[in-house]
């Protein structure tokens, strides 16, 4: 079982940027991929990005290309991810989750574990 806190959220103005750290408890962090996803107010949630277990494989939503960045730590049970040029529209709770295995999914019913969230505001 894997338990994961976020930290990194905030207040930002557009065009700033922002890193989100994913924290997990378990010694086989290494075993899971990780994604993140974010819901904004009446949307739907969304895959951001992902990782998969050993760091050398990753998956961006084609609006996040170029401007996020995600990256991982075993060592430290951490994946973070770097947002830049942030724009309003990237406002949302920001939610990491894992799943066990070594490939990274686009499916959020694939992800067993779920952090709280936490919330990114850009203001325009």
């Known amino acids: 079982q894997v338990q994961l806190v976020e930290s990194g959220g905030g207040l930002v103005q557009a065009g700033g940027s922002l890193r989100l750290s994913c924290a997990a408890s378990?010694?086989?962090?290494?075993?899971?991929?990780i994604g993140w996803f974010r819901q904004a107010p009446g949307k739907e949630r969304e895959l951001v990005a992902a990782?998969?277990?050993?760091?050398?494989?990753?998956y961006y939503s084609d609006s996040m290309k170029a401007r996020f960045t995600v990256s991982r730590d075993n060592a430290k049970n951490t994946v973070d991810l770097q947002m830049n040029s942030l724009k309003p529209e990237d406002t949302a709770v920001y939610r990491c989750?894992?799943?066990?295995?070594?490939?990274?999914?686009?499916?959020?019913?694939?992800?067993?574990?779920w952090g709280q969230g936490t919330q990114v505001t850009v203001s325009s």
């Open positions: 378990g010694r086989t962090f290494s075993r899971y991929a």
């Open positions: 990782i998969n277990w050993s760091g050398d494989s990753a």
């Open positions: 989750a894992a799943s066990y295995g070594s490939s990274w999914h686009r499916n959020a019913d694939l992800y067993a574990y």
